[in-house]
Nanobody
Framework: QVQLVESGGGLVQSGGSLRLSCVAS????????MGWYRQAPDKQRELVAT???????NYADPVKGRFTISRDNAKNTVYLQMNLLKSEDTAVYYC??????????WGKGTLVTVSS
């Protein structure tokens, strides 16, 4: 069983920055893709960004140019650098990992609150 543990959430003012971390219980290089999703109150969970095993990244339109996803295989960690935060970025952010045999894992989430 793989565990994903997120950290780095918190309260930040609009325009500020946060860096989220997701530590996996096994090498992140063994996942075909890892990503961040978010769920705001009374909304469905949505994709934020993904990064493939080949380091190809993909972003949802609302965060393009503001968020950056990266991975550190040596630390079994995936990061989400969030800049120029807006109130609409307020959500619980979840780490996601998919294996080569299509098994999906989720972390428990970390709350990001952006005050206007």
């Amino acid at each position: 069983q793989v565990q994903l543990v997120e950290s780095g959430g918190g309260l930040v003012q609009s325009g500020g920055s946060l860096r989220l971390s997701c530590v996996a219980s096994r090498s992140v290089s063994r996942f075909v893709v890892m990503g961040w999703y978010r769920q705001a109150p009374d909304k469905q969970r949505e994709l934020v960004a993904t990064i493939s095993s080949g380091d190809i990244s993909n972003y949802a339109d609302p965060v393009k140019g503001r968020f950056t996803i990266s991975r550190d295989n040596a630390k079994n960690t995936v990061y989400l650098q969030m800049n120029l935060l807006k109130s609409e970025d307020t959500a619980v952010y979840y780490c996601n990992a998919k294996t080569w045999d299509t098994i999906t894992y989720w972390g428990k989430g970390t709350l990001v609150t952006v005050s206007s």
